[in-house]
């Protein structure tokens, strides 16, 4: 049980250690459910190996050196103040694994990868980014296809990366590691480009957007979303339903004991 706890906290964030104790927790006369239970197994198995992986090579890459980033012109960039930030600390600490699957997928692209000193993350820079002409930020590594910017652009564009930093962190913490791009991409779909909330916050121009709207953009493609989201709360609640009737129909009537109970209403107990 213990160990189980501490998966769902690793896999899950807190809501995973909410669910794990609502999934576990004592319910009289009910056993927990174990159907899919190969592949519930499966699928925590492939996430502790990711989350072990990324976090190997996120200490081997922390041990070795990395050189720092140079802005257009050649001059070194600024360094940060030696006092100690819990709060950097701490998104570090958060974004540990997923920092070394970014760092990984930069080594195998053959991405040329250094540390940035004003806002101390990595930046893997690669012609063929993931995510393309953007600039895709990983935990505490920012992907980028190269930008041709001045150095105060840069400077501005890295204080944009380093606020999603602070978000990856804070979503990791509450729903694990994959909860950030997640929640990104179902923002980014019903509020696109500059109507994205999570931009927003990062802050629209040290992003590069320009400011277009803020309601969502709903087209075929978020109706057809929606609709499905509709028809699965509405077949889970059918169905969840049905499993209360048929459980309430066993524990009825035919319980060992009880048409012996209703057949003596004379006033007469079971010895008379």
Known sequence: MTLSGGIAVLLGGILGLACWWWWWRPRPGREPVARFRRVRVALVAVGLVII???????????????????PPGGAPAAARSGRFDVSLVAQQAATWPET??????????????????????????????????????LGDILLSPGFNISREQRRTLIGHEARHRAQWAVATIIAGPLAFPIGYAIDDFFFPGSRNHFERLAGLEAGGYAHVGTGPVLGPAQFAALGALAAII?????????????????????????????AMTDGRTRDE
Request: proline residues 3%; contains cysteine; aromatic residues 4%.
């Open 52 to 70: 072990g992986v990324g976090a190997v090579w996120r200490l081997a890459v922390a041990i070795e050196h990395t050189p720092a980033c140079a």
């Open 100 to 137: 070394g699957i970014g760092l990984l997928y930069a080594r195998a692209s053959d991405a040329h990868i250094c540390l940035s000193r004003a806002a101390d993350y990595y930046v893997a820079v690669h012609a063929s980014n993931l995510a393309g002409a953007k600039a895709m930020n």
């Open 234 to 262: 509405v077949v889970a609640l059918l169905a969840a339903r049905q499993r209360r009737l048929r459980r309430d129909l066993a524990t009825g009537p035919d319980t060992p004991g009880a048409g012996t109970d209703r």
